[in-house]
């Protein structure tokens, strides 16, 4: 027992590496920067703005926000130290915002391998894709939300009712950008008026920035991405007789990919199983009698069906993959894969969707 | 306490006294080690474990015969008492290199992570008190903290849930993906963190069921096989090629995926945690390097012991080109796998010398 108590009390000696001369004393002192913006400005520079949480209630504003242009990460850094009154670390860092032209340009990665290297920030820092400019979207004003860090932070936290969203950390970022079966997608927000809304979701080729999906089409990519929770959607049936609308709370999806393991002619079976319950139905059929029921069902799975197979035309016809459907043929492939052969796959690939779906209840009225 | 008594190590302390000294630094890089084979590299562990478990045989094999020797005394006895002293005087040296090696790596991990931009000689001058501290109960007290550090650092495992969640199992397959030069480079690289087990060696005389060393010893490598099974695993899920081979510690990009509400940066507290075994390696590590002192000069006094800590930490700060000191490190292997089949050369020089032994006595 004793013999325990002086180790310990000498392994806590190794706390005193803690203590520096040089390092601040308290929290005060330290400007931990919770977002970081990237503009674009030309083709070398990028303006870098940080969003810091104040700490005390002594200021109106419950963050500080600099800005400044940079060739590189930490040149800025250093660069706002002088205008900063407080030491900036990145240890603390929530949400990297990147702008469109940004992202289009094919910089990204470099930024985003520059924080990935950094081993004081964390794994889970989200990137987003901010449509106009990241510094106007840092720098607004939210009258009704309680500053921008913690309303971004909030806003970009993977929640059921966000799922559509890929919520991508630098990991997943450096993941997709470095995997050549799958293809990088991001977040894509909006600042409108006084609120910022998640509209989309931006898809990579490679290192740029090449197309923009709305909700809809994200929704459905994270569902072929065997993501397990998924939002309500809303689902117009029949578009060209009696219109039936139903909202589907999605209680849990699941699919299953089979490929044929040839790379020179690939095929490949997709198999979505779905749990939902409705809650709302605007339509002509009598929920209550079964054959309605089952007849709502098949159509809802038709409907599925459809949308997953106009979904992945349009992904060919953009000739960007970010569901990483080659994974299937990586899998039986000897040798190195490549970015090459993902393409020969994908566009040669040809798809069968199937689907079954079951919806478990209808709320508590008839 | 039972310090007079010769045999000392019960069964448990032989299974985790070979356990912790094989999980020293190699675990934090393990998977980038073996990158040259790919995502194939997820089964090759198991298949070091047995090759571990292979190797053990002729030692135990060995040291059943001479129950009361270690290495060192079996060394003189067996190549005559000047060619077996000049090879002992090579064991100590490559020790202090060894543990040099480790403890460097170590610190330069926690220079990088845990404590950035400030000067890493109090945490090792505290670190080399810490070890001495341990040594000094002798290897009874080793194989103690070794079982403390085990049950501290292993539940660490459970964080690896969240890689797993976010990995892809597909990456698992195809199993068979390299080439023979590929897998060779893979298992010299892997087996780095391998050794360790082979210092029973020197503490078998102190073991007190001889008869059942193997067994323990056999537990002790498979604890250890399957623990760096589940990190490569989780780690070929989790991660793309390029980063397999690109990120240095992949246990601390693992440990930064984990997610909980109310703690932050676990990867810091994993690799803080991670002196536990650092310590228990490094400890049984010096006291091997202590008793070859012993053995080189005849007698066992407790300064030689302060004196190995002493060359131990001006080797640590002597500044060698790092060049040089990576071919260093990396030309240790050979030395390992050296002492690893050094008791298959014994057991020859044993079997062709003791009919001359029998008919002199």
Redesign the interface.
């Known amino acids: 027992m004793k013999?325990?108590l002086?180790?310990f009390l000498?392994?806590s000696?190794?706390l005193?590496?803690?203590s520096?001369d040089?390092?601040p004393s308290s929290v005060e002192d330290v400007a931990l920067v919770s977002l970081l913006g990237v503009d674009y400005v030309d083709e070398n520079k990028m303006k870098l703005t940080l969003a810091v949480p104040q700490s005390a209630s002594s200021s109106e504003e419950p963050n500080q926000v600099y800005s400044t242009v940079s060739g590189m990460v930490k040149e800025g850094i250093v660069d706002l130290s002088a205008q900063a009154e407080r030491e900036i670390k990145l240890n603390g860092l929530r949400v990297v915002l990147f702008n469109e032209e940004f992202a289009r340009s094919g910089r990204m990665r470099e930024v985003v391998e520059h924080l990935y290297r950094n081993?004081?920030i964390?794994?889970?820092v989200y990137v987003v894709v901010v449509k106009e400019s990241a510094e106007e979207l840092l720098s607004g004003k939210y009258p009704s939300k309680s500053g921008i860090v913690t309303y971004l932070n909030a806003l970009l936290k993977p929640k059921p009712h966000n799922m559509f969203s890929p919520f991508t950390t630098i990991?997943d970022f450096?993941?997709?950008q470095?995997?050549?079966v799958l293809e990088t997608m991001t977040p894509y927000i909006e600042k409108k008026e006084d609120v910022v809304e998640i509209t989309g979701v931006t898809v990579f080729k490679e290192k740029k920035m090449t197309d923009l999906y709305d909700r809809k089409q994200g929704q459905l990519i994270q569902l072929l991405k065997d993501v397990e929770r998924m939002p309500a959607a809303t689902i117009q049936l029949n578009e060209d007789r009696h219109s039936e609308q139903v909202v589907i709370d999605f209680v849990k999806n699941k699919v299953d990919y089979k490929s044929n393991g040839n790379i020179h002619q690939p095929s490949l079976s997709i198999i979505l199983y779905l749990k939902g319950t409705i809650y709302e139905y605007k339509g002509t059929k009598n929920l209550s009698r079964s054959r309605d029921f089952s007849e709502l069902e098949n159509e809802i799975q038709d409907y599925f069906k459809k949308e997953v197979s106009a979904l992945i035309e349009e992904l060919k016809q953009n000739e960007t993959d970010p569901i990483?459907f080659s994974?299937?043929f990586?899998?039986?492939?000897?040798?190195?894969?490549t970015q090459e052969l993902t393409d020969q796959v994908f566009s040669d690939l040809s798809v069968t969707v199937s689907m079954e779906m079951h919806i478990l209840a209808t709320g508590t009225l008839r | 306490m039972d310090n007079n008594k010769r045999k000392k190590l019960n069964g448990y302390h032989v299974v985790f006294l070979v356990q912790n000294t094989m999980v020293g630094l190699g675990l934090l890089s393990l998977p980038n080690k073996l990158n040259s084979m790919?995502y194939s590299q997820w089964w090759l562990p198991l298949l070091l474990g047995v090759i571990a478990n292979l190797t053990l045989i002729p030692m135990i094999w060995l040291f059943l015969r001479y129950p009361t020797e270690n290495l060192y005394t079996l060394n003189e006895k067996l190549l005559g008492k000047w060619f077996g002293k000049f090879v002992n005087l090579f064991l100590v040296l490559y020790l202090i290199i060894f543990i040099s090696s480790i403890v460097e790596g170590y610190l330069d991990l926690?220079l990088?992570?845990?404590?950035?931009?400030?000067?890493?000689t109090?945490?090792l001058i505290?670190?080399f008190?810490?070890l001495l501290?341990?040594v000094h109960?002798g290897i009874k007290?080793i194989a103690r903290?070794s079982i403390?550090s085990f049950f501290l650092t292993i539940w660490m495992l459970i964080f690896l849930y969240w890689p797993i969640i976010e990995g892809?199992p597909?990456?698992l397959?195809?199993v068979?993906?390299f080439t023979l030069k590929e897998w060779l480079q893979a298992s010299r690289n892997g087996y780095f963190s391998m050794v360790g087990y082979d210092l029973i060696m020197i503490y078998f005389p102190y073991i007190i069921h001889q008869k059942r060393a193997f067994l323990h010893g056999s537990i002790g490598i498979w604890i250890t096989s399957i623990v760096y099974f589940t990190v490569t695993v989780v780690s070929v899920m989790y991660?793309?090629?390029?980063?397999m081979e690109e990120v240095v510690y992949p246990i601390?990009?693992l440990?930064?995926?984990?997610?909980l509400s109310f703690f932050?940066?676990i990867?810091v507290m994993g690799i803080s945690l991670w002196?536990f075994l650092l310590l228990s390696t490094a400890s049984a590590y010096l006291w091997v390097g202590k008793k070859g002192l012993d053995s080189l000069r005849n007698n066992n006094k407790t300064y030689h012991l302060y004196l190995l800590a002493i060359l131990i930490f001006v080797f640590i700060n002597i500044p060698f080109p790092k060049d040089l000191q990576d071919i260093l490190y990396d030309q240790i292997f050979y030395l390992k796998l050296a002492i690893i089949l050094w008791p298959n050369v014994l057991i020859l020089v044993h079997l062709i010398r003791p009919k001359k032994g029998r008919t002199v006595t």
Not at chain 1, 330 to 337: F, N, S
Request: charged share 15%; glycine share 12%; with cysteine.
């Open positions: 013999n325990l002086i180790i000498l392994l000696g190794l005193f590496g803690c520096g040089l390092s081993p004081v964390g794994g889970n990991h450096m993941y997709t470095t995997n050549p990483g994974e299937n990586r899998m039986h492939y000897k040798g190195e894969w | 790919g926690i990088i992570v845990a404590l950035p931009d400030r000067p890493i109090g945490p505290v670190f008190l810490v501290y341990i109960g007290s903290f403390m892809d597909r990456h397959l195809p068979s993906n991660f793309s090629p390029w980063q601390l990009k440990y930064k995926a984990v997610e932050e940066r990867d002196v």
